[in-house]
């Protein structure tokens, strides 16, 4: 059994300041993880994803996530906030068959 | 990346009708197609996966019979909802994956609003 948690609903921000979304998770595997965003009236799109390899996994737009076994999480971060940035993020743990199951969701909002 | 686009992207329908919504992979083959249905400020639920030329898996508590899913060629999976009702109303996402384990691309969606 596999699932995630992402503990914020919300997260605002201001432009040029760190952003962290919080994420842990729980897999009886040795889990795949992801981040992706999702853009109003467009596909979701995969950020990053961490596949066992370094834990320090780098993705697109500055984007970065840490994977941290000892406390079952997989945070996202940026270090400067853009207004382009404001969409809603999902944390997603892979498992076996592939099958990904989606936290509920965080809402990032970029203020000026 | 690849591209996956849904049709149409919203739909409105009274109760007791049918409605198809189309997933397409625009620029590669899908080997394995995925339909997923998200409630207003909920996450994403995995509803079914379709191999293309076989039937589709359901996930547990998932109608069959009123989530009728077809994957009848590479590039094409279909998601009917039967007799749909009220409860039925959401978002179906879609995904599209090329061969292997490869990564899903998600299509943009389909809000379904039924009267």
């Known amino acids: 059994a596999q699932s995630v948690t992402q503990l914020d609903s919300h997260v605002s921000v201001s432009e040029g300041t760190p952003v962290l979304l919080r994420c842990n998770y729980s897999s009886s595997y040795s889990p795949s993880l992801f981040w992706y965003v999702q853009h109003p009236n467009k596909g979701l799109q995969l950020l990053l994803k961490?596949?066992?390899?370094?834990?320090l996994v780098k993705g697109i737009n500055g984007f970065e996530a840490e994977f941290k076994k000892s406390e079952t999480s997989f945070h996202l971060t940026k270090p400067s906030a853009h207004m382009s940035d404001a969409a809603e993020y999902f944390c997603?743990?892979?498992?076996?068959?592939?099958?990904?199951?989606f936290g509920t969701g965080t809402q990032l909002k970029v203020e000026l | 990346g690849a591209v996956v686009s849904q049709h149409p992207s919203w739909v409105i329908c009274k109760s007791g009708t049918s409605v198809k919504i189309e997933c397409r992979s625009l620029?590669?083959?899908?080997?394995?197609m995925f339909w997923y249905r998200q409630f207003p400020k909920q996450s994403l639920m995995l509803m079914a996966t379709s191999n293309e030329g076989s039937k589709a898996t359901y996930e547990q508590g998932v109608e069959k019979d009123k989530f009728l899913i077809n994957h009848a060629s590479l590039t094409l999976s279909t998601l009917t909802v039967t007799s749909a009702h009220p409860e039925d109303s959401s978002f179906y996402i879609c995904s599209a994956r090329g061969g292997g384990a490869g990564e899903q691309f998600f299509g943009p969606g389909t809000r379904l609003t039924v009267l």
């Open positions: 961490y596949t066992s390899a370094a834990t």
């Open positions: 620029d590669f083959q899908a080997t394995t």
């Open positions: 997603v743990v892979g498992g076996g068959g592939n099958k990904l199951t």
